[in-house]
């Protein structure tokens, strides 16, 4: 099995490696202040610098506005970008808006592609996806209060949405919504592309996380659909396909998401050893000198290498083989990395001391914006749950 990197794409890891250190790590004082109007057109600048050097948007084809990186590859770049929180919006490849591009590139019509995915490609708008509803569990998504009723050519939409990251300041949502009610359960639900600034669609609040109370592309909004008419044609994919087409955009995001949390890690790691490295506990010892930092240090490097060797198999199997021979895996990588980060930025944490709870760090920021991964795109207990009800299925069948 040859594990090596290409030299061709370890040099551009390199390259971007550099720019994520020199050109946006220096920004994170500003956002640690909650500035995010203040930061767009510092990020608008760097974004420029991305696009000339043909770095924007690994996640699309080139024929979409991107650079076609393989999956594997992509994993890889999304590593280096997770290092800083605006790496991935930065590279125009930051979610939710690189799952809903994938959409518009698979089902979008030839107009939708044209209004939606063209200036969604290049950067010059921002968009959110809404499925997750207060009022019924979100893990279990195929209950779903919000309706899309037919009237001439028109849906009307009525319902109520939350936690759609990156609603404020998005030019349109992505909408799941009930069109046939009594279909088959996962058939019961369509996606619909809705313009935020449209009659009947509502950002009702900004969700505070964490007390955090988040705006621009780092926020969750609540929204609320009433009386939204738009037409048929803002339909994505089949009536009644929402749910198979949300099921195609995980094993591409989750690759996103876990290599994005593994390039968090290796930061937080470096964080660590240069902390401990430097705090002298007295005359004689510093941090590092404790046997006891020293084993986080290792368990934290072991851990995150473990997870990285199975995330990058995960997506060569995807590459290679399809979705469906990586199911496990898909759902083994989300709650392994997942908490594999929560470990390693808590540890960081208490090896910087009182300092590490303050925002004169980046830890602080990991720590309260990603407690979330293990409950986004599935909890851990179903993806634990999905992988043990086929293993122990495949071991019934055999015995
Ligand atoms: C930061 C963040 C960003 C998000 N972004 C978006 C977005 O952009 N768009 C969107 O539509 N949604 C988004 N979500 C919503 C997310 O997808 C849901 O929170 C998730 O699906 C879980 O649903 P729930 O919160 O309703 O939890 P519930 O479904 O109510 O579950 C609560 C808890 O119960 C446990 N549980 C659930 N099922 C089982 C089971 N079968 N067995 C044992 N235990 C179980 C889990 O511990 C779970 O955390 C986001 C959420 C967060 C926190």
Same mark, same amino acid.
């Given at each position: ?9 370890? &040099? ?6 550099? @720019? ?8 994170? =004082? ?6 995010? +109007?203040?930061?767009?057109? /510092? ?47 930065? @590279?125009?490849?930051?979610?939710? $808006?690189?799952?809903?591009? #994938? ?10 592609? $044209? ?34 009723? !037919? ?13 759609? *990251?990156?609603? $404020? ?20 639900? =369509? ?34 659909? *009433? ?56 005359? +004689? ?12 240090? /290792?368990?934290?490097?072991? #851990? ?8 990058? #198999? *995960? ?7 399809? @979705?469906? /021979?990586?199911? +496990? ?31 004169? &760090? ?32 495949? !071991?019934?069948?055999?015995?």
């Amino acid at each position: 099995m040859d594990f090596s990197i290409p030299v061709d794409i370890q &040099t551009r890891l390199d390259d971007i490696r550099r @720019f994520v250190e020199q050109e946006l790590v220096p920004l994170e =004082s500003r956002l640690l202040a909650a500035d995010w +109007d203040g930061l767009t057109d /510092a990020l608008d600048e760097k974004r420029s610098q991305v696009q000339a050097a043909g770095w924007w948007a690994p996640n699309l084809p080139v024929g979409a506005g991107g650079t076609g990186a393989s999956l594997v590859e992509l994993g890889l770049i999304s590593e280096e970008l997770g290092r800083t929180p605006t790496g991935h919006y930065v @590279f125009g490849c930051q979610a939710p $808006d690189a799952g809903n591009a #994938e959409l518009l590139l698979l089902h979008g019509s030839e107009k939708q592609r $044209d209004r939606y995915l063209v200036p969604l490609a290049s950067g010059q708008i921002r968009s959110c996806f809404c499925m997750t509803e207060p009022e019924f569990a979100g893990s279990n998504p195929v209950q779903m209060g919000t309706v899309a009723r !037919r009237e001439g050519d028109d849906y009307i939409i009525e319902g109520h949405k939350w936690f759609a *990251t990156a609603a $404020d300041g998005a030019r349109f949502a992505i909408v799941m919504a009930v069109t046939n009610p009594d279909e088959a359960k996962h058939r019961r639900a =369509s996606m619909i592309l809705v313009d935020c600034d449209q009659d009947g669609f509502s950002l009702e609040r900004n969700i505070p996380v964490m007390g955090h109370p988040g705006s621009g592309y780092f926020s969750h909004g609540e929204v609320r659909l *009433t009386q939204c008419r738009v037409p048929i044609s803002q339909r994505l994919g089949e009536e009644g396909a929402g749910f198979i087409m949300a099921q195609e955009r995980l094993g591409p995001g989750r690759i996103h998401h876990c290599m994005r949390w593994l390039g968090i890690c290796r930061r937080v790691v470096e964080l660590m050893c240069d902390y401990a490295l430097t705090r002298q506990l007295n005359a +004689d010892t510093k941090l590092a000198d404790t046997q006891i930092v020293q084993a986080w240090i /290792a368990e934290s490097a072991a #851990e995150l290498q473990s997870a990285r060797a199975l995330v990058l #198999e *995960t997506a060569w199997i995807i590459q290679e083989k399809g @979705f469906k /021979a990586a199911r +496990d895996n898909v759902s083994m990588i989300k709650f392994i990395t997942a908490n594999t980060l929560q470990r390693i930025v808590d540890r960081a944490i208490q090896i910087h001391g009182a300092l590490g709870v303050t925002d004169d &760090t980046i830890l602080s920021f990991w720590y309260r914006e990603e407690r979330a991964a293990r409950i986004y795109d599935g909890p851990d207990e179903v993806h634990k749950l999905a992988v043990a009800r086929h293993l122990l299925k495949a !071991r019934a069948r055999a015995g």
